[in-house]
């Protein structure tokens, strides 16, 4: 099993506590921030569409954008992880706004919540 990670740099306690569980999981990260960690849809999109390319298994993309330009282009890029039996883990806003592509039911979808 691959796992690829969106945030920035996984936490060296996510790693560990995931390799507690699943010794042989191989964790890469893809970058889809720049270095003031900041990014666009298309970079971001890119990077989701490089996670169905190289058949990996779990994409925990930790991001979304409520850019509604991308909601086609993700609806199309999750549709062909979910036939490629890739499971997308995308975050939700903490607002009442649109999240893509967290929104979409092809999605498992996060969010934080406050103490």
Known sequence: MTARSGSTVPPIATREWTRSLAPEVEL???RV???SLKGSAGVFA???????????????LSLSTTNERWAETFHELLDAATFR??????AMANERKRTI????HMALAGRSCRG
Do not use: Q
């Open 46 to 60: 890119t990077g989701v569409e490089w996670c169905i390319d190289n058949g990996i298994d779990v994409a925990n």
């Open 85 to 90: 039996r890739m499971l997308v883990v995308s």
């Open 101 to 104: 592509p967290s929104e979409f």
């Open 28 to 30: 890469i990260s893809v």
């Open 33 to 35: 921030l720049g270095a």
